[in-house]
């Protein structure tokens, strides 16, 4: 089983609609989690941290943590063309460790 | 303040060569990782350093890898000899202790031939 698993993709989505992507990981002990949008060709970009349960909303994205259910997902509300990309989920195990271990990634397509 | 600065950006080699991949963190982050990128195997970290020192370094595929870091501002990923399998987009990142948030530089594209 890996550390970090994301729902295979690709996933695909009209443009206004919710993109919902979701990531599991098998550490209990893990205290801060990431969302990172990477476009084709690009690096990495952190978009989303989050580190209590719940949600965390910025602009169009909501960020969803359940430590109890060890998940944590990443909505995207009215998806628009520009949100194409491979999104990659990454958890560290304590907040003064500084090491992540990365999801394989999602790629979404937003079809106009 | 500029990010995460890795050179050079390309770099084609023949097999047998000796690369330098160098990377420049953020100043003021602490910790400072190096990755690798393939379509076949993700983003897989390879060593990770902390106020210079190395951390964990198990990700690094064989001893023809090595890395330093000889100050707070400059690392370097060496291989040596290089291989066909080490063509790859390496990442270096760099982040502050406590958030775990790690900033990513550009990328340097390695095609070995």
């Known amino acids: 089983q890996k550390e970090v698993e994301q729902n295979s993709g690709p996933l695909s989505v009209p443009e206004g609609a919710i993109a919902s992507l979701n990531c599991t990981y098998s550490?209990?002990?893990?205290?801060?989690f990431f969302w990172y949008r990477q476009y084709s060709g690009k690096s990495p970009e952190l978009i989303m941290s989050i580190y209590s349960n719940g949600d965390k909303e910025d602009g169009r994205f909501t960020a969803q943590l359940n430590k109890a259910s060890q998940y944590v997902s990443l909505l995207i509300r009215d998806s628009q063309p520009s949100d194409s990309a491979t999104y990659l989920c990454?958890?560290?195990?304590?907040?003064?460790?500084?090491?992540?271990?990365f999801g394989d990634g999602t790629t979404l397509t937003v079809k106009p | 303040d500029a990010g995460v600065i890795q050179s050079p950006r390309h770099e084609v080699t023949e097999m047998g060569q000796e690369v330098t991949l160098r990377c420049k963190p953020i100043s003021g982050h602490d910790y400072l990782f190096w990755y690798r990128q393939t379509m076949m195997r993700g983003l897989e970290l390879l060593i990770y350093?902390?106020?210079?020192?190395?951390?964990?370094d198990s990700g690094m595929p064989e001893d023809r890898f090595s890395a330093k870091m000889p100050n707070a501002s400059f690392s370097t990923l060496k291989i040596q000899p290089s291989e066909p399998r080490d063509s790859a987009v390496y990442f270096c990142a760099s982040s502050w202790r406590g958030y775990n948030e790690q900033f990513f530089g550009p990328g340097t594209r390695l095609t070995v031939l």
């Open positions: 350093f902390n106020n210079n020192v190395p951390i964990d």
């Open positions: 550490d209990r002990g893990s205290q801060s």
């Open positions: 990454a958890v560290g195990f304590n907040t003064n460790a500084g090491k992540s271990t």
